[in-house]
């Protein structure tokens, strides 16, 4: 199966700061990378496909990049509705595994 | 609009079974890719079970596998997983998910609780 860890597992950031989040696949994965919002209590939000493709809807100050097996999620300026738990999935080869999450807290 | 709603949840003995229920709306649910994904209380995402949108191709997480059986229903727009032989790590809210392009999940249930304890 393929391993999917994201690092860090949590960071606080200021509102407009710039924050990435990397996940980092066992094996090459090419771009079957996903990125999801998590709040609390709520059912995940689709982010980002493909590993560089916005969702329609979502902000443009998020923005994915990377193939292989390095992935990161940017979040350009920071805003207050961002905090939440991210998390990557690997849809490349099943199962089809999630990161551990990185949690985001707002200072 | 997309809707899925799950049902089915509760609490159960260990050893015992329950079945979940997902009824789509808001799209042509035949021609969709479905998947289940749960969540232990504090913990997070676990990618449980993949069918395909004739249901003949089915993938099972190694945690599940031999326990749980994925299986829809498109004339009824409907999604099951079946779920035997349940342990206390078993414990978590299961999401039933739309599958999108690369396989992404775009749309998500609200999830249902699954309790496993005596």
């Known amino acids: 199966d393929i391993q999917m860890t994201q690092s860090p597992s949590s960071l606080s950031a200021s509102i407009g700061d710039r924050v990435t989040i990397t996940c980092r696949a066992s094996?090459?994965?090419?771009?079957?990378l996903n990125w999801y919002q998590q709040k609390p209590g709520k059912a995940p939000k689709f982010l980002i496909y493909a590993a560089s493709t916005l969702q329609s809807g979502v902000p443009s100050r998020f923005s994915g990049s990377g193939s292989g097996t390095d992935f990161t999620l940017t979040i350009s300026s920071l805003q207050p509705e961002d905090f939440g738990t991210y998390y990557c999935q690997q849809s490349y080869s099943p199962p089809y595994t999630f990161g551990q999450g990185t949690k985001l807290e707002i200072k | 609009e997309v809707q899925l709603v799950e049902s089915g949840g509760g609490l159960v003995q260990p050893g015992g079974s329950l079945r979940l229920s997902c009824a789509a709306s808001g799209f042509t649910f035949r021609s969709y890719r479905m998947t289940w994904v749960r969540q232990a209380p504090g913990m997070g995402l676990e990618w449980l079970s993949y069918i395909s949108s004739s249901g003949t191709t089915i993938y099972y997480a190694d945690s599940v596998k031999g326990r749980f059986t994925i299986s829809r229903d498109n004339a009824k727009n409907s999604l099951y997983l079946q779920m035997n032989s349940l342990r206390a790590e078993d414990t978590a809210v299961y999401y039933c998910?739309?599958?999108?392009?690369?396989?992404?999940?775009?749309?998500w249930g609200q999830g249902t609780l699954v309790t496993v304890s005596s």
């Open positions: 094996q090459s994965i090419s771009s079957y």
């Open positions: 998910a739309r599958d999108f392009q690369w396989l992404a999940l775009d749309h």
